[in-house]
């Protein structure tokens, strides 16, 4: 009988034992499709080979996975077992991945946009395209911009390593930006990212580059470590703190600017007590500008007196629910 579910592209067991079956880094596949929900058959299958890369779960099961097989590699997927399944775009876009995976296209994790506010006319570093793309085998790739649609806002050059530099004119707005990445066989895939200009430097201050955060800890899980989860304008990743009931997420604007509002994204572990401070100078203090003691998680939008200030702390005082620590989605700061 057909059943809705949840599909997760990855590798990761989520049986919470503190150990995995098999390595968790995900599939080159899992990188670029996003999870899906979708109404078909599961089947009830856990694999007992090492050599099985699991590419996307649904209730825990592998629905799509890839193996060696003699010479070549085998990939299966589960699901597609009506015309609805079929059409599901999620569907559509797991079968799309595998089978330019298998054919030998490169495949590219969505690009990062940037937030600049014309400080720096020249940045170096921008984009690092041989770190999102990917192909079967290993083979070395090439990279070549493949069109700009506002060029005199902003030149993109690109090394022949996959890094892109910018250089910035005048004024604010927006470039789309188009690169194309080709494998030896000449099989090529593009992909974009968005440069946004903003000399008044408004909207989310935490969203703008250069700024970093920064934790007092992290669970032990690969997924949930990194701090810059918290600034990365994406509400599905995440930040989890060790199980302890005190734990803090920093984050540093990198100039001091005015600031009057903080949205705060919580995981369902979230603080149920916690204060927001800041700080000119973490090394000389903090200062609280609000108290929270009946946090109930979800987004909360916290406004106060205008406060001029470069780093911003989010300090959790007392967990909601003991068996896990303090996880945040996303921090934004504001200034109106």
């Known amino acids: 009988m057909p059943e809705t579910f949840e599909v997760v592209p990855g590798n990761r067991e989520f049986w919470y034992y503190g150990y995995a079956f098999r390595p968790d880094a995900p599939h080159p596949v899992a990188t670029v499709v996003e999870p899906f929900t979708t109404t078909d058959e599961l089947y009830h299958?856990?694999?007992?080979?090492?050599?099985?890369?699991?590419?996307?779960?649904?209730?825990?099961?592998?629905?799509?996975?890839?193996?060696?097989?003699?010479?070549?590699?085998?990939?299966?997927?589960?699901?597609?077992?009506?015309?609805?399944?079929?059409?599901?775009?999620?569907?559509?876009?797991?079968?799309?991945?595998?089978?330019?995976?298998?054919?030998?296209?490169?495949?590219?994790?969505?690009?990062?946009?940037?937030?600049?506010?014309?400080?720096?006319?020249?940045?170096?570093?921008f984009l690092d395209l041989a770190d999102h793309a990917r192909v079967r085998g290993g083979a070395p790739l090439t990279y070549a911009l493949d069109g700009n649609d506002n060029p005199g806002l902003v030149e993109a050059s690109v090394a022949a390593d996959g890094t892109v530099a910018l250089r910035l004119g005048g004024g604010s707005g927006s470039a789309r930006l188009r690169f194309r990445i080709t494998a030896p066989g000449g099989l090529a895939t593009t992909a974009e990212a968005v440069v946004d200009i903003d000399r008044e430097r408004g909207g989310n201050l935490a969203g703008y580059r250069g700024v970093r955060a920064s934790v007092s800890s992290a669970e032990p899980r690969r997924d949930v470590m990194d701090p810059a989860h918290l600034v990365d304008g994406d509400l599905r990743t995440r930040w989890s703190s060790?199980?302890?009931?005190?734990?803090?997420?920093?984050?540093?604007?990198?100039?001091?600017?005015?600031?009057?509002?903080?949205?705060?994204?919580?995981?369902?572990?979230?603080?149920?007590?916690?204060?927001?401070?800041?700080?000119?100078?973490?090394?000389?203090?903090?200062?609280?500008?609000?108290?929270?003691?009946?946090?109930?998680?979800?987004r909360d939008e916290l406004r106060f007196a205008p406060v001029q200030a470069r780093w911003l702390r989010v300090l959790g005082l007392r967990r909601a629910d003991p068996r896990w620590g303090h996880s945040l989605h996303e921090i934004e700061v504001y200034n109106r």
């Open 242 to 298: 060790a199980w302890v009931d005190e734990a803090w997420a920093m984050v540093d604007l990198g100039r001091t600017d005015r600031i009057s509002r903080v949205v705060l994204h919580w995981d369902e572990a979230y603080s149920s007590v916690y204060e927001l401070q800041v700080s000119e100078d973490p090394a000389a203090g903090w200062r609280t500008v609000l108290r929270e003691d009946a946090g109930d998680g979800g």
């Open 45 to 125: 299958f856990q694999p007992n080979d090492r050599a099985i890369e699991v590419i996307a779960r649904a209730e825990n099961h592998p629905v799509m996975w890839e193996r060696p097989w003699g010479a070549g590699r085998v990939m299966s997927l589960t699901l597609g077992h009506d015309r609805r399944a079929k059409d599901n775009p999620g569907y559509r876009a797991l079968l799309r991945a595998g089978i330019r995976w298998l054919a030998g296209y490169p495949l590219v994790r969505p690009l990062p946009g940037a937030r600049l506010d014309g400080s720096e006319p020249v940045v170096v570093d």
